[in-house]
């Protein structure tokens, strides 16, 4: 294929993404293949010789469609959504054009300068202070590694990057279990360990004992262990828990200890003034992390953290070796210096298009009629015969299982996803197996919100 080719393929492809999207909703949620099927419905080796697109195209056809779950699907209910508004789409596809690689300035001005841009759009679209300033990872689980490999060497004094853990003293992580597991996954590459990570009881509304906190810091600290920071959930994965992010801050504080909030799903939903309630004091943190990939729109891959002391996340993470140096380095901003990876995708190009076509106010629009759509949803599963609601909404997120048990939980939700109207998933709170509603699809709307009650409805025992 050379560009000439390229071109009429793009056009074949737009076509059928468009006749694809139109078309979602007349296709099951969840992929309904047999694992292994795929697999071995292809050739055991690459072919010596080309072969013609068509015959790639048809067999492309043929084999991935049926083969995915449809997370632009309108009636996408599981875990959190992956949104893609359409014009997110088209961006990808103009950075995909021009194949860059951003990892520094010199690579790609207009990345690292739209990627400035965008995170003061962002800052303020959420209401953060303006001591905050930020960069795109990949995942919120990079952006949370790097906050707990600033934490560590901050406690460390820069030692551990220069001389490893051998001599260093125990350190401990403290989060609440309500926390995703990749605060969990933090703490084992950190080499902090999993045993290290502290998680600090929750209370009834499921948010970290801020006294717990205080009185776990003080018991390490007597032990000779060193603290290096706290991890605070601002919208649980599980089912939405929040900790209260001010009152924990503030102990952090009064021990000197940084902190990170993990708003991966949530923040998204705090450019609607009305819910940042739900995580006030969060100006006090350090860093930040939330998933614009999630509710908001802005297509996979990009997570973005918002960081109060880049200086600190840069001397841990940044190397400048004289292969990588440019002219002017003081003046500019390499962002490969704050993050995992050294090669970059141009992401702040998706944000710059969504942000400008679907102005703030849109946004916040289909967010509140995702809120009012879960409540909606609750109440009619709430009004079904044998079905109790375990978890309120929290903003679009709660959870119901069956009276009689869990075996009966478990064997309707697969009823549910064999089905294919909707998807739902599971989890467990407080020793139960539960099914999570979770509304956010970019294409939904209160029609297939409505349908989630009415397949419950139709596939009870
Ligand atoms: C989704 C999620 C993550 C992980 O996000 P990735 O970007 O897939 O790494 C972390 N924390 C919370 C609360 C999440 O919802």
Known sequence: MNHDDLRDWSKRAADWAHHYHAGLRDRPVRATIAPGSLRDALPAAAPEAGEPMEQIWKDFQALVPDAMTHWQHPRFFAYFPANAAPVSML??????????????????????????????????????????TGTIHDSATSATLSAVLTMRER?????????????APRLRLYASAETHSSV????????????????????????M????????????RAAGALPIGVVICAGGTSVGAFDRVGDVIAVARTEGLPTHVDAAWAGSAMICPEFRALWAGVEGADSLVFNPHKWLGAQFDCAVQFIA??????????????????????????FNEWTVPLGRRFRALKLWFLLRAHGLEDLRQRIRNHVAWAHQARDALAALPGVEIVTEPSLSLFSFALRDGDAATEALLRRINDDGRIYLTQTRHGGRYVIRVQVGAFDCTRADVEVIA???QDLLP
């Open 309 to 334: 002391d880049p200086g600190a996340q840069i001397r841990t993470m940044g190397l400048r070796p004289t292969y990588l140096e440019t002219p002017d380095d003081e003046e500019i901003v390499n």
């Open 454 to 456: 009415q397949v419950v």
């Open 155 to 167: 406690a460390l004094g820069w030692r551990g990057i220069a001389e490893g853990l051998s001599g």
């Open 209 to 220: 004992d801020p006294a717990a906190l205080a009185d776990a810091i003080s018991a390490d």
């Open 184 to 207: 969990d996954k933090a703490a084992r590459l950190a080499g902090i360990g999993q045993d290290n990570l502290v998680k600090v009881p929750t209370d009834a509304s499921l948010s």
């Open 91 to 132: 961006a990808e596809q103009l950075a995909n054009a021009m194949a860059a690689q951003a990892m520094l300035w010199q690579t790609a001005p207009a990345a690292t300068e739209i990627e400035q841009a965008m995170m003061v759009w962002l800052r303020k679209a959420i209401g953060l202070p303006a001591r905050f």
